[in-house]
């Protein structure tokens, strides 16, 4: 196992481009089981989750071949079972249903497990398929939809703590071959759905209202294949937006899109920051002004992102003055706390909130990362911290951020990547 050893304090400036997003890649490669047709995807991120999806479309029958960042699937013939040995390193492993379940009128995938950031249920992604005419069981740890025929209908996709992401993607990818219309309410409006939607209609689906919290599907008799650019990740974004934020002169992202990141910008101008973006970039740099500590709840999109929490947290540890982060998606999602507090930061968890009193500074030590975004929280930490913090169990961050070792050295970090 690797470890990322970070020498803080040194300033950040320059510019860096940023990959494609995994949370719109996954569900998207799941689509592709839709035809039968061979699909072109582009800026495909190389992350190990990425991976793991490639690897149960082959192993669900797919043709898959990887050129760099484009990746090419033709899934001529399926088969529809997804067992545990191959979907229990992913919960989003979950986005086959829908497609199986359009495609061969059923599938059977391991159930996922829950992970450190909370219990994650999906009862709203079964509901959602029953509403168009599946059965649906839960026996030895598999879930198993089967449909003779789906037919359109309307779905609720939001529960008590807001619309599901993927259960939306997972009923859209189960209602385009559906016969008639289905309604989808209560539906997730993530950048991720939109693109999403958008490479179903290039295959011939007809969707309309992706982006809005109603989603109208009406079903097609089959779908061809298409060829898609995947849109930038608009949470490696927000991670680089807050290290150019903790330690930057001027930090400048390329290939993003701003307006997916603006409750990220609106917050950290909020707090003091100066930010400027065109169509394609975003710069984040410090303008003098003494910051100023915040209060963010975290909310489904347009609102600020629950993938961000962890981040802010770090960022508001060392801002002067007492700061609060609520969690309204996932109340539990504070692992990386105590990390933060054993590099001195004062925090402490009410509730669903963090109560954060900001500290001058932070000091390097042995961290543990304990999922994706509190790994990413504890190296922006370490950016900050006087001497050398060390980041463990960095396999997290591969999950979800390519190369971030080498796109901060870019930048002017004194970090690296060493075996443990
Ligand atoms: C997606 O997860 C993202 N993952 C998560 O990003 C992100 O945190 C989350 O959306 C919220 O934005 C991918 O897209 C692969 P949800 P998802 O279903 O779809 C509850 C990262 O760091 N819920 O939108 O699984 C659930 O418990 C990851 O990149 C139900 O109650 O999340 C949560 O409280 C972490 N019943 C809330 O809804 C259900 O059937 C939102 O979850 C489904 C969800």
Redesign the pocket.
């Known amino acids: 196992m690797d470890k990322i050893l970070i020498h803080g304090g040194q300033p950040l400036s320059g510019s860096i481009k940023i990959s494609g997003s ?2 719109s890649a ?2 998207i490669l799941a689509a592709t089981l839709l035809t039968r047709e061979p699909c072109v995807i582009h800026r495909v991120p190389d992350l190990s ?1 990425t991976n793991y999806m490639l690897q149960i479309l082959m192993h669900l029958g797919a043709e898959v071949e990887r050129a760099s960042g484009t990746v090419t699937i033709k899934a001529e013939k399926v088969n529809s079972v997804a067992p545990y040995e191959v979907v229990r390193k992913m ?2 492993s ?2 086959v249903l829908g497609p199986l379940l359009g495609r061969c009128k059923e599938a059977t995938v391991s159930l996922p497990g829950g992970c450190v ?11 959602g398929f029953e509403s168009l005419g599946a059965a649906v069981r839960v026996e030895n740890g598999n879930v198993k939809v089967f449909a003779p025929k789906l037919t359109g209908a309307i779905a609720n996709m939001c ?11 997972n009923v859209m990818m189960a209602a385009v071959l559906a016969k008639g219309v289905t309604v989808i309410e209560g539906a ?1 409006a ?1 950048p ?1 759905v939109c693109d999403l939607a958008n490479f179903l209609n290039k295959m011939g689906a007809s969707i309309e209202g992706a982006g809005s919290r109603r989603i109208i599907i009406e079903g097609v008799k089959e779908l061809h294949g298409a060829e898609h650019d995947i849109i930038p990740d608009r ?1 490696e974004t927000g991670t680089f937006m807050v290290a150019g934020a903790i330690c930057g002169k001027g930090v400048t992202l390329n290939r993003v899109q701003p307006e997916h990141v603006s409750s990220v910008a609106t917050a950290l101008s909020e707090s003091g920051f100066n930010i400027e973006s065109t169509s394609s970039s975003i710069t984040v740099s410090p303008n003098g002004a003494v910051l100023r500590p915040l209060e963010l709840t975290t909310e ?2 347009p609102g600020f ?3 961000m929490q962890a981040q802010m947290c770090a960022l508001l540890s060392t801002t002067e003055g007492k700061s609060v982060i609520t969690e309204s ?3 539990q999602r504070y692992m990386h706390v105590a990390e933060l507090k054993r590099m001195g930061a004062h925090m402490q968890i009410e509730g669903a909130s963090a109560i954060i009193q900001g500290v001058e500074r932070l000091l390097g030590a042995p961290v543990m990362a304990s ?3 509190a790994s990413a929280a504890l190296v922006l930490a370490g950016l900050k911290a006087d001497g050398v913090t060390e980041v463990r169990r960095v396999y997290h961050i591969d999950r ?1 951020y390519e190369h971030l070792d080498e796109k901060l050295r870019e930048l002017g970090a004194h970090i690296e990547r060493v075996k443990e």
């Open positions: 995994k949370n996954l569900p989750d919960r989003a979950v986005c950031i909370g219990d994650r249920p999906i009862d709203l992604h079964l509901k529960g008590k703590f807001g619309p599901t992401v993927l259960g939306t993607d997730a993530e991720e949470i489904p999109y992102p629950t993938d998606v996932f109340p999922d994706l975004r979800g």
